[in-house]
């Protein structure tokens, strides 16, 4: 009884303060019990605004002097409108809800029915495109708060925590208030006015989906239950009917086929007659966490349904640490523009529930205008409409629209912007703008945030001259900056750097322990110039090598060229892609006296021109001439003697090397390339083009001569090869990513070992390679070839497949893969591998088991150890 008595003390003296300043409207939302009803939704009907109560069901808000009519929105309860009039003070107005009493048909008692959710949702999927079009443009003010905390740690970090003051109920918080402008068909507009902030939110934001929309077929990555495909992954239970304010509303539960990532379960509400949605409230999964999505909608102007609440919560855990981040979003101010072409009021015909209307609609139109009707008349017309035909004619106007714009590859065009005084704000400003009213708890939250963060400034101010003093102390250089590297700056955007020693110094038998580094000279303006040298010297041999580049690079920033000259002596692996690192490499060496690496070292001169000609198309000069030298094994130095084993040759065996590699031989290939993707789609952002995941194959063609006789060149072939390579969501059940190539040598009356097509094999435990375009079991020169070969690699991450199912398993972020890799040359005898394998654990590992066949025999298996494939798409909403 004390608490309560406090909270309404607390809160009449908020009141009396804020009625001081402005005027407007504040009070309480309960249930008929006095229950707080949180986060309810208040909306403005004459302003278009939207608010939302408090966790304590308080709310506030601001109005100018006039009459207005409040309706108070909470899913489950009966919609409540109140007329108020404001002057100068601010009026209270508490508000207890009604819960809302279902409607439930009697068709849905009868067995055997089919259940009337599911003509709800066909006429609704059948308007989907519809309700995107049917703006023009809009302008809308977003406030947004977000909060996130570390709810739990692994038992053995909890003291240590503790003991430096870790408090995970303050890890992060954030207020923002931002203007939007939407114009049709992808042009989004946001200025941040203003905007607080404490903490990382570490990519929680719940921008996709407010920005989104559920019309769209997918939203954030996962299928909206208004997608056309949506019977193919949800099912539909009606729930019941209610009116509120005149609109009748069915409340319809989704009912994932498969529970998981990339669908949605819960209800969603749709409005009779309109089929636009009336409110939400869904949940789906990303990595094993999940994201709870309350959306409620309201009428602008009576013209269309638009969002004016969302709430979001997101819980889950990643290697033992439990998250959560909640945030509230309220839309306000609309200012709507509809499209006049789609300015009309049409009834939607259920083909499967009205027959034979839809039949005697189609007999009339293939007698009277005819199937080729004017789109936008048709649309225009206010006649009746089957679900059939409003679709195809939404298709055939998105089809126009496309054909009518400039860039009809943008498929979005957004712009960011931050006012200058946005993170300027003093706490009065924000008490006058915030729509949702700050509880007890989160008042004294944000006090030790600020306090916490004035600590932290003056610790940062503290560290920031200490690191002045130091560098004025060490006049810009430190001795140990020759072990872990640094950068100098010389001049006016000219900079010196040298590379770091301790992670460049490796083993091999051909070099011994070998160090190389790299010192570079740089000019970076409109234009990039760059001169690099790198120093190498082999122990075992006693030999000091070097290469030196030049390189220039220039053009628009959205798609530069690239110019560059390159020559020296150097030792390189035989395979230009390395399929094994100097690391692992060491390691093996070392400890395991295994040798998979293959050298050669080359006299050489380079010349590469780069031209990107389009966003989608690049393409690539090279002349090289070189004067190659076969290296052997200097060393048999092990740290760990096995009795069984030696190293094995720096020339690998190989099915159509015939004879040794010669000494020495010259070279000279000129080489070309082209990359495209001809279907790419694109986002825009601030400018700045960015291709969209997933939208189009890359092409590529490459094709090299070795030239005879010029500077004394050996080499005497041409060689052609063709590639296609593609990622792409065959639907939500899984991703697909394949690479398939093919080459031959037209001619080849000579091509040397460094010549030959290589491939990325494996021998090792540790994957290091793209899982997509490497063999888990292949040796890494067995089949190289200088004839013709085949390649394919076939990827597919399940969303659930076999310990997926367990909904414990897909919880904590964990895939199940399938790949098979083929491999097509005169020696490989269709070497074929097929694996599975299990990702993301701990949500960065990929564990693999691999079995490989030859001409239909098993030849070999194997356990690998691998990153998760997909380590660079990590969890974000936003």
């Not at 009021?345 to 209307?357: A, H, P």
């Not at 590297?485 to 301790?502: F, M, R, T």
């Not at 090792?764 to 490497?774: E, K, N, Q, R, W």
């Amino acid at each position: 009884m004390p608490k309560k008595n406090a909270l309404i003390t607390a809160f009449f003296i908020f009141f009396v303060a804020t009625s001081l300043l402005a005027g407007g409207v504040s009070g309480r939302v309960t249930d008929t019990h006095g229950k707080p009803l949180a986060y309810a939704t208040i909306f403005v009907q004459q302003t278009g605004s939207g608010a939302t109560t408090n966790e304590e069901g308080y709310y506030e808000l601001r109005l100018e002097p006039g009459n207005y009519t409040l309706v108070f929105q909470f899913l489950g309860y009966k919609t409540e409108a109140r007329e108020i009039r404001v002057g100068q003070r601010v009026e209270l107005l508490n508000v207890s809800l009604q819960e809302q009493p279902m409607q439930l048909p009697e068709v849905v008692l009868y067995e055997g029915r089919e259940d009337p959710a599911y003509t709800v949702m066909r006429k609704a999927i059948a308007k989907a495109s519809y309700h995107r079009q049917q703006l023009d443009s809009y302008k809308a003010m977003v406030y947004i708060k977000g909060s996130g905390r570390l709810k739990d740690s692994p038992f053995f970090l909890r003291k240590a925590m503790a003991k430096e003051g870790i408090d995970s109920t303050v890890a992060f918080t954030s207020e923002s208030v931002s203007r939007i402008e939407y114009q049709r068909p992808s042009t989004f507009k946001e200025k941040v006015i203003s905007i607080y902030t404490r903490g990382d939110d570490n990519d929680m934001g719940p921008n996709n989906y407010i920005n989104g929309s559920f019309y769209e077929p997918e939203i954030a990555e996962t299928v909206s239950p208004l997608s056309p495909k949506a019977f193919g992954y949800y099912k539909f239970k009606y729930e019941g009917f209610f009116l509120d304010r005149g609109y009748g509303v069915n409340k319809i539960q989704v009912i994932p086929r498969s529970r998981g990532e990339g669908v949605f379960e819960g209800y969603i509400y749709i409005v009779e007659d309109w089929w636009s949605i009336y409110s939400l409230s869904l949940k789906t999964y990303k990595l094993g966490f999940a994201v709870n999505i309350d959306q409620v909608y309201a009428p602008i102007e009576d013209k269309a349904w638009m969002p004016v609440s969302h709430k979001f919560y997101i819980d889950g855990k990643i290697l033992g640490f439990d998250f959560e981040y909640n945030y509230l979003a309220t839309v306000s101010d609309y200012e709507i523009v509809l499209n006049p072409e789609l300015d009309a009021d049409f009834q939607v015909i259920d083909e499967k529930l009205n027959r034979e209307l839809a039949a005697e609609l189609e007999r009339n139109r293939a007698e009277g205008e005819g199937k080729n009707a004017e789109i936008r008349e048709r649309l225009a017309s206010g006649e009746e409409l089957t679900r059939k035909e409003l679709r195809q004619l939404m298709r055939e106007y998105e089809k126009e629209e496309r054909r009518e714009q400039e860039e009809p590859e943008v498929v979005m065009n957004t712009t960011f912007e931050v006012d200058s005084m946005a993170r300027k704000r003093d706490s009065a400003y924000w008490e006058a703008i915030r729509p949702v009213p700050l509880t007890q708890q989160e008042v004294k939250g944000y006090e030790r945030l600020d306090s916490l963060a004035v600590v932290e400034a003056e610790k940062q101010a503290a560290d920031s001259l200490e690191s002045v003093g130091r560098r004025k102390k060490r006049s810009g250089f430190s001795p140990l900056d020759i072990i872990g590297g640094s950068n100098y700056k010389v001049g006016e955007k000219q900079h010196i750097a040298h590379g770091s020693l301790w992670d460049r110094f490796f083993f091999n038998p051909v070099e011994g322990f070998n160090l190389h580094t790299d010192l570079s000279y740089s000019i970076n303006r409109d234009n990039r110039f760059a001169f690099t040298i790198t120093p190498r010297y082999a122990f075992a041999r006693e030999k000091l090598t070097g290469k030196g580049q030049l390189s220039y690079t220039y053009g628009p920033k959205a798609g530069r060229d690239n110019f560059s000259l390159e020559g020296g002596r150097y030792i390189y692996q035989y395979n230009p892609q390395e399929p094994i690192s100097n690391l692992f490499n060491t390691y093996l060496n070392l400890v395991e006296e295994r040798n998979y690496i293959s050298l050669y070292e080359k006299d050489y001169l380079k010349l590469n021109h780069s031209n990107r000609l389009r966003e989608n198309l690049t393409l690539s000069f090279s002349a090289e001439w070189a004067n190659r030298y076969r290296l052997e094994n200097t060393t048999t130095q092990v740290w760990f003697n096995k009795e069984d084993r030696i190293y094995a040759p720096n020339i690998p065996d190989n099915g159509e090397l015939k004879g040794e590699v010669p000494e020495t031989e010259k070279a000279f290939v000129l080489g070309f390339s082209a990359v495209a993707r001809p279907w790419q789609k694109y986002r825009i952002k601030n400018k700045v083009k960015e291709p969209v995941e997933y939208s189009s194959p890359e092409l590529r063609l490459a094709y090299r001569q070795g030239l005879k006789d010029v500077a004394e060149s050996a080499t005497d072939y041409s060689y052609l090869e063709v590639g296609i390579q593609h990622k792409f969501r065959p639907g939500v059940r899984g991703i697909v990513d394949f690479k398939v190539e093919a080459g031959m040598f037209l001619s080849n009356n000579y091509a040397g070992f460094a010549d030959y097509r290589h491939f990325m094999g494996n021998r090792i435990l540790l994957v290091t390679a793209d899982p997509v375009g490497s063999f888990r079991l292949l040796p890494y020169y067995e089949h190289s070839t200088m004839d013709k070969f085949a390649a394919a690699h076939v990827h597919y991450q399940f969303r659930k497949l076999l310990f997926t199912q367990i909904p414990e398993v897909w919880l904590l972020g964990i895939k199940e893969n399938v790949f098979v890799n083929y491999l097509a040359t005169p020696t490989s005898d269709h070497y074929t591998e097929v694996g599975y394998s299990i990702d993301n654990i701990f949500r960065f590992l990929r564990l693999e088991a691999a079995v490989s066949f030859q001409d239909g025999k098993y030849r070999d298996w194997g356990i690998l150890l691998g990153i998760a494939s997909n380590i660079g798409g990590s969890f974000t909403v936003r």
